[in-house]
């Protein structure tokens, strides 16, 4: 059985919630075509996200991994096509109050990677469906860049034949409420729909 590994981060800073972390909950053991669908959520501590991943890469030998966060400001799901290796916190500290600035995801790594997920065929896909969605070339300096950059190093450095990417969510409707603000968002299950549709798309193609 083929199996895709669907990652979400915990919630972090002022966020009392997390969409991803919702995601990922829902989405735990579903299945789409002959694959299932594993989720996983992720500390946002930039020494132990890694770490965490690389353990769900071993225990589940997922073929795919779609690992997703929350980027405010934004209103519909954006695909990243890459990932730099800066970690910089960009006034947003970790949940350990770690502060990197102008610091490398990998000292021996390359400057960035390329997600080798198929962007502009999921963005497409997500569109199809009427999910708002466009491909981004900014994943940050954050946690969620961070995640992109050291997933491709470690599949790279280590011969595995693993597809990876990243996508990030909007604040869900219900977030915005509570926050008494007008900053964009999207409804979580629009978010479901998205990321089940990117996920389907996975699973039907292996290359």
Same mark, same amino acid.
Request: aromatic share 6%; glycine share 8%.
């Given at each position: 059985?083929?199996?895709?590994?669907?990652?979400?981060?915990?919630?972090?800073?002022?966020?009392?919630?997390? @969409?991803?972390?919702?995601?990922?909950?829902?989405?735990?053991?579903?299945?789409?075509?002959?694959?299932?669908?594993?989720?996983?959520?992720?500390?946002?501590v930039f020494d132990d996200a890694l770490p965490a991943l690389r353990g769900y890469l071993e225990?589940?030998?997922?073929?795919?991994?779609?690992?997703?966060?929350?980027?405010?400001? !934004? %209103?519909?799901?954006?695909?990243?096509?890459?990932?730099?290796?800066?970690?910089?916190?960009?006034?947003?500290?970790?949940?350990?109050?770690?502060?990197?600035?102008?610091? @490398?995801?990998? &000292?021996?790594?390359?400057?960035?990677?390329?997600?080798?997920? @198929?962007?502009?065929?999921?963005?497409?896909?997500?569109?199809?469906?009427?999910? @708002? %969605?466009?491909? +981004?070339?900014?994943?940050?300096?954050?946690?969620?860049?961070?995640?992109?950059?050291?997933?491709?190093?470690?599949?790279?450095?280590?011969? &595995?034949?693993? !597809?990876?990417?990243?996508?990030?969510?909007?604040?869900?409707?219900?977030?915005?409420? !509570?926050?008494?603000?007008?900053?964009? +968002?999207?409804?979580?299950?629009?978010? !479901?729909?998205?990321?089940?549709?990117?996920?389907?798309?996975?699973?039907?193609t292996h290359e």
């Amino acid at each position: 059985m083929t199996t895709l590994l669907l990652t979400g981060y915990e919630p972090f800073g002022e966020y009392e919630t997390n @969409p991803t972390s919702r995601l990922v909950e829902a989405l735990d053991g579903t299945k789409t075509g002959e694959a299932t669908v594993v989720g996983r959520e992720l500390p946002v501590v930039f020494d132990d996200a890694l770490p965490a991943l690389r353990g769900y890469l071993e225990e589940h030998e997922p073929v795919a991994v779609l690992s997703t966060g929350l980027m405010p400001g !934004r %209103a519909v799901l954006t695909v990243e096509r890459v990932g730099i290796n800066v970690r910089d916190y960009d006034g947003v500290p970790d949940n350990t109050g770690a502060e990197p600035v102008d610091q @490398p995801v990998d &000292l021996e790594g390359p400057d960035a990677y390329f997600a080798t997920l @198929p962007v502009r065929e999921l963005v497409e896909e997500l569109q199809a469906v009427g999910v @708002p %969605a466009r491909i +981004s070339n900014t994943a940050g300096t954050h946690l969620c860049n961070n995640i992109l950059y050291a997933t491709r190093h470690h599949i790279e450095t280590n011969g &595995l034949s693993i !597809r990876s990417g990243f996508v990030h969510t909007p604040f869900s409707h219900e977030q915005v409420a !509570r926050r008494g603000t007008d900053d964009p +968002s999207m409804q979580f299950e629009t978010m !479901r729909t998205g990321i089940e549709t990117m996920l389907r798309y996975l699973a039907t193609t292996h290359e």
